[in-house]
């Protein structure tokens, strides 16, 4: 290890938006308003949003502010408006990974620039700049952890490297110096926390543990823009980040081609509202389900094998069945398959069939196994589908799901696919909201832009 966190800090310091390639900023925008869709639908449909809201009020968290919450029609201070971005934003379980190390940029590293954005009356070029230092920051280090290994530890990566991805896009947007910026990372260092035991019982923690991370970011560049001495070397270090939340850490990677190759580039989307270890089989089921004319009654047996990240998360058998939480829905691959195969498609309204009993019984004749074919390739997000029928048995291996970069979406179907999610509850506005995210740069002030999505 060779001072990771000071490299990082110094490329965070130096970046500069006109050294951003136009693609990479073109695909900045397309996710930010990827994630806000989420962000918007989550304010008055997640189930977890009133418990948030209620704990701020006893808190005196929820006085009026200068920061916008998506969806919601006040403003708040900035840290809360991070905090509840970011758990609004991952609640729906809709938004973007970056497959390589298995985490979802923009829910800590969006919500942080926004907040931080809005307060220091930065322009859109400002907050484009920062949401890629945040991603390139939280990426990488996801990477160097090496998520198979963090999550064999009990680590939810988007929680911990992401972090260090708010406190990036924050620090960049306070103009902090290289020095500061390895402060803001020794704190952050010190709040990177993320538990998976939310797979448990499909408990609400993982939205509020990621939502955290936007906001303790936020906290972290804060206190380094106010001279607060943080910890050197939090990423290589003795007690680093790397050392200990993962038993297989990769620390060159934290740096590789840093400003050369953009690790943004690599982000994918989802087409579904799930777990993405569940898609890659769901694409399968679709198409399957479509070129055989398959109908439930003809199946017999669905075998759907998975890298071994993918049954940790998704195929455990004796709790993931018969969801009865949107939560453990998300992450059941019995249930979304059952779902996609019963009916040809998946979407987040479709969580109102949870408990259905012509879904639990398809279910029943699931099985999700561990497939070698799929351990030790670069991305851990592809599936096997098996589905056996009276007339014999059809096959699929589907290296990585629909979304990823060779697969990405057009901008008009990224752009319905944000409209069908903040329509709702934006209205006849949605559309001028979806036109300013998409054209940030040119707005002198992002506050302009935000102000539409409220």
């Known amino acids: ?129 920062a949401i890629v230092a945040g991603y390139e920051v939280c990426c990488r280090l996801g990477n160097a952890l090496d998520p198979t290994s963090h999550y064999a530890k009990g680590f939810h990566p988007t929680a911990t490297a992401g972090t260090y991805g708010a406190a990036a896009a924050a620090g960049k947007l306070f103009g902090l110096s290289k020095d500061q910026l390895i402060s803001a990372f020794g704190v952050s260092g010190s709040q990177a926390a993320g538990s998976l035991q939310f797979l448990v019982n499909g408990a609400w923690n993982k939205r509020y543990q990621v939502g955290a991370a936007a906001m303790n970011g936020v906290i972290a560049a804060t206190l380094a823009r106010n001279d607060f001495i943080g910890a050197t070397e939090s990423v290589e270090g003795k007690h680093g980040l790397l050392v200990g939340y993962s038993d297989n850490a990769h620390p060159e990677k934290a740096v590789a081609d840093l400003g050369s190759v953009y690790e943004t580039m690599k982000i994918g989307v989802k087409p579904y509202p799930s777990c993405r270890y569940t898609h890659a089989a769901i694409d399968a089921l679709v198409a399957m389900r479509r070129e055989h004319n398959l109908t439930p009654e003809q199946v017999t047996r669905v075998e759907i094998g998975l890298h071994r990240n993918g049954i940790t998360l998704t195929g455990d058998a004796a709790t993931k069945r018969h969801p009865t939480s949107i939560v453990s829905g998300q992450f059941s691959m019995f249930f979304t398959g059952a779902l996609a195969l019963e009916q040809g498609s998946f979407g987040w309204d479709d969580y109102k069939r949870l408990g259905d009993s012509a879904i639990n019984t398809l279910a029943d004749r699931f099985d999700v196994v561990q497939d070698e074919r799929l351990e030790g390739k670069r991305h851990p997000f592809g599936a096997r589908v098996s589905i056996t029928t009276e007339d014999g048995v059809h096959e699929r291996i589907y290296a990585d799901p629909s979304g990823e970069p060779t697969s990405f979406p057009d901008a008009n179907a990224m752009q319905q696919k944000f409209l069908q999610l903040a329509r709702p509850v934006l209205n006849n506005r949605a559309e001028k909201f979806a036109d300013a995210i998409l054209s940030l740069e040119t707005f002198d002030r992002v506050a302009t832009a935000t102000a539409l999505g409220r």
């Open 1 to 129: 290890m060779a001072n990771e966190t000071a490299t990082l800090a110094a490329y965070v310091a130096d970046l500069k938006f006109d050294d951003i390639p136009q693609d990479v900023l073109e695909r900045a925008k397309v996710l930010t308003l990827d994630y806000l869709g989420s962000t918007i639908r989550a304010r008055s449909e997640a189930e977890s949003t009133p418990s948030l809201l209620k704990m701020l009020e006893a808190l005196s968290l929820d006085g009026t502010g200068e920061s916008t919450v998506f969806g919601d029609s006040k403003t708040w201070t900035p840290a809360v408006a991070a905090l509840l971005n970011g758990a609004l934003g991952h609640s729906l379980d809709f938004d973007d990974t970056h497959a390589d190390s298995s985490l979802h940029p923009s829910a800590p590293v969006v919500p942080a620039a926004f907040a931080v954005g809005e307060m220091v009356g930065a322009s859109g070029k400002q907050v484009l700049t």
